[in-house]
């Protein structure tokens, strides 16, 4: 749930988030905090005052975007001045701003399990990598500009009585920004998400791959994944199609193929079945012949040369 706008000096950031690595420090003069939102993202206000330098002591843990809205700043990523003030700043990078005593300019933080969460919507399982911004914002584009004004409504809707009273509301004001920034700022995964919104993989797929997941050891079929998501098994194999351009059926094979495949490279220790005839046969593999097809398309080698490569580095 969004808090209520409160004010304070430059300790009141580094204070609302201890045991994060950003401290604020007052080069003279007054200056004013406002913590203008404080929920999944956390929208701070910095008034006119003092000159104000934030600087992370360390790699940060989130997303720190820093917009001015007047007078003049700037931004440092690892000790390096970016060309604009409107600067992005992400996790395991270093960063500073420096604002002058005329300057106002809102902060937004969003925490990196928020960034994470997202991805994984949209690409259907947790990122492969850390994701990195382009660190400088072009204020010129429209789709930034439509953004940035984003930014600036959730500092309108903190304050409403909206806010207060609908946490629902409130969440989807939050998930609007983070994914609207993955969507205006180019990133190091900009090309695995591009036009894969959070509607990429739907609920009822979702459902269906968790549970491949966790009854891939049962005798299931497409009925039972589609019983388990709640939809037809015609729906599914149109979400299936669609979102995942496979079937269900292929996609439970894929499943099972990662789980001998497992068994096979752990069966140098005792932990799985010595053989590749006994391992097929758990996952539900009848037909060797098409089973080791399957395999090799996998993976590149047959189940044999992958339990030979095992035994072989004894």
Not at 30 to 54: I, K, M, N, T, W
Not at 129 to 156: K, R
Not at 166 to 175: I, K, N, Y
Request: charged share 20%; aromatic share 6%; net charge positive.
């Amino acid at each position: 749930m969004g808090r209520q706008p409160s004010d304070g000096g430059p300790e009141t950031m580094a204070n609302s988030f201890q045991g994060r690595p950003v401290e604020a420090r007052k080069c003279g003069g007054r200056g004013r905090f406002r913590c203008v939102h404080q929920g999944s993202v956390v929208l701070y206000e910095r008034g006119p005052g003092a000159e104000v330098d934030l600087t992370s002591a360390e790699p940060l843990d989130f997303y720190d975007v820093h917009i001015p809205i007047a007078g003049h700043g700037a931004v440092t990523m690892n000790r390096k001045g970016l060309l604009s003030a409107i600067g992005v700043v992400g996790p395991e990078q270093r960063g500073s701003t420096r604002r002058n005593q005329g300057s106002v300019n809102r902060i937004l933080i969003i925490p990196k399990a928020a960034v994470d969460d997202a991805l994984t919507v949209r690409l259907g399982e947790p990122p492969y990598e850390p994701l990195s911004f382009e660190p400088v914002l072009d204020n010129t584009a429209a789709p930034v500009q439509g953004w940035l004004e984003l930014v600036g409504q959730l500092a309108d809707f903190a304050g409403s009585g909206l806010a207060a009273r609908s946490p629902l509301a409130t969440g989807h004001f939050e998930q609007l920004l983070v994914n609207g920034l993955l969507d205006v700022q180019p990133h190091t995964l900009s090309e695995a998400v591009a036009g894969r919104g959070t509607a990429a993989v739907p609920r009822a797929v979702r459902r269906a791959r968790d549970f491949c997941s966790e009854h891939a050891h049962e005798p299931i079929a497409a009925a039972d994944m589609a019983r388990a998501a709640g939809v037809s098994v015609r729906s599914l194999r149109e979400g299936f199609r669609r979102y995942l351009d496979t079937t269900p059926s292929a996609y439970l094979r894929g499943v099972r193929l990662g789980l001998v495949r497992r068994d096979l490279l752990a069966a140098d220790d005792g932990r799985a079945a010595h053989n590749v005839t006994d391992v097929a046969l758990r996952w539900g593999f009848t037909h060797l012949g098409r089973f080791t097809g399957h395999y090799r398309a996998a993976y590149g080698e047959t189940p044999s040369q992958t339990l030979r490569t095992v035994r072989g580095s004894d």
